[in-house]
């Protein structure tokens, strides 16, 4: 009896939870918060693919132990040593751009709110970005094909270095005439930084974003490529069909309109926030009028 109750007592000790304090409870939420996003961010790459076969060789490797399997175990201790450095080699364009996203997000910004609309800067002036809609849906009308950077905060200099120099005030009607066909500088991308055309004929890296869709051509997958390693903006107009692309974070929004052109363009550059802001401070300043009269 006295066996039995202290079977009865050690099983209850092992399945009892251990003393657990706030830090304890903490750290287990930001290890599952991690893991989570980790698993979903390797599924959304090539590296879901990669990690299959990694779990085959660990499979392989518990048979072989079991089975005592002498000569399989020697040559995965052997190849061990360096698993780790083949590891980072062959997942290096996916971890390159797992930390470009984490440095994308702002954490802190977006777990303390700070006011910070008056830091904010328009890159692009309404003068500017109603040329380059002028033009693109000029382009758009005659088929030719175009693609047009808009720089933010991130800089595209080794991509300006691929193309020749300009730095000239942004106009539709020069942006017509780089695209126009069977001219110097029609092949290749424009960049447009603070109302400044900087340089054009610039080469950008492909998306190998298996993704996409087949009939898109490489001046998509170049617009969408440098939206992957940059936090640009990029409008693609189609040499075949005539329609108007916008690449961004990755991601392309395709048939797009004059007026949702102009529209996406400013709520990206920030100016539509500044316009609603001036709107709010006027409502606000003409109340406080009005209660004064």
């Not at 001036?278 to 409502?283: E, L, M, P």
Request: proline share 2%; charged share 25%; net charge positive.
């Amino acid at each position: 009896m006295d066996a039995i109750v202290k079977t009865i007592s050690d099983t209850l000790y092992f399945l009892s939870l251990p003393k657990m304090t706030i830090i304890d409870i903490l750290e287990i939420i930001i290890i599952s918060f991690s893991m989570y996003h980790m698993i979903l961010w390797v599924k959304k790459t090539q590296a879901w693919i990669l990690l299959k076969g990694i779990v085959v060789l660990l499979l392989a490797y518990l048979f072989a132990y079991f089975l005592d399997m002498s000569v399989i175990l020697w040559a995965f201790d052997k190849a061990l040593a360096l698993g780790i450095t083949v590891l980072a080699v062959v997942f290096q364009p996916e971890l390159r751009k797992a930390l470009e996203e984490l440095g994308r997000k702002n954490i802190v910004s977006s777990i303390i709110p700070f006011d910070d609309s008056k830091d904010k800067k328009t890159r692009f002036s309404d003068r500017s970005i109603n040329e380059i809609v002028r033009a693109t849906v000029e382009m758009a009308k005659v088929k030719t094909g175009a693609l047009i950077i808009l720089e933010k905060d991130i800089s595209l200099a080794e991509y300006e270095r691929t193309g020749i120099t300009i730095d000239s005030a942004i106009s539709s009607q020069l942006l017509m005439n780089i695209f126009e066909h069977n001219t110097p500088l029609h092949d290749g991308a424009v960049i447009l930084r603070d109302d400044r055309i900087v340089a054009a004929t610039c080469y950008l890296p492909l998306s190998d974003n298996l993704g996409l869709s087949k009939e898109l051509g490489t001046r998509h997958r170049a617009g969408v490529g440098l939206s992957e390693v940059s936090d640009s903006v990029t409008i693609i107009v189609s040499e075949e069909t005539g329609k108007i692309s916008i690449a961004v974070q990755g991601k392309l929004l395709r048939n797009v309109d004059g007026e949702l052109l102009k529209k996406k363009l400013g709520e990206l550059q920030g100016t539509e926030e500044v316009v609603k802001t001036k709107k709010r401070f006027r409502i606000r300043k003409s109340r406080k009028s009005a209660q004064k009269e």
